[in-house]
């Protein structure tokens, strides 16, 4: 008789926690579906990472649509200006996709000696962090 009950007892001891790990997982994976509507990852570095992209490719960016502007017939300063545009517009959209705005802010554009020199500001934010990045780079289409 108590070897009976014995039994009984290590099975509803098993019973119970085979339940118990079942809810667990069930707990960790409604955590884990819960994160799964999060647009960015809260703990990560993605305006950093965004605004040094931009940083390195925006002078090589602009070059190369300029002088399609350039090559189609326009000057220099009005290549470049149009380069810059559309350059803004395009990291507008690219930061949607990312979660994190960007937006080349106070573009100036000046040419001295046949040089193009551009001047802005990248701003970039999310939701947890914003930074503002001069930019300063020169352009000569003539090379």
């Known amino acids: ?11 509803l001891l098993a019973t119970g926690i085979v339940l118990m790990m079942s809810l667990l997982s069930m707990a960790i ?6 994160g ?3 647009p960015h990852d809260p703990a990560g ?11 390195e490719s925006l002078p090589l960016l ?22 810059m545009a559309s350059l803004h517009d395009d990291l507008l959209h690219h930061g949607e996709i990312r979660g994190v705005e960007l937006k080349l802010l106070d573009i100036t554009v000046s040419e001295s000696a046949g040089i193009i020199t ?9 939701r947890n962090a914003m930074l503002e990045n001069p930019i300063e780079f020169t352009i000569d289409l003539d090379e």
């Open 62 to 83: 602009a070059q190369e649509r300029a002088q399609i502007w350039y090559d189609g017939g326009l000057t220099e300063l009005e290549s470049v200006e149009k380069a």
């Open 1 to 11: 008789m108590l070897s009976e009950r014995e039994d009984e007892g290590q099975m």
């Open 29 to 34: 994976f409604g955590v884990k579906m819960a």
């Open 118 to 126: 551009v001047n802005c500001e990248l701003g970039a934010a999310d």
């Open 45 to 55: 570095d993605t305006t950093i990472t965004a605004s040094a992209e931009v940083v």
């Open 36 to 38: 799964i509507a999060m």
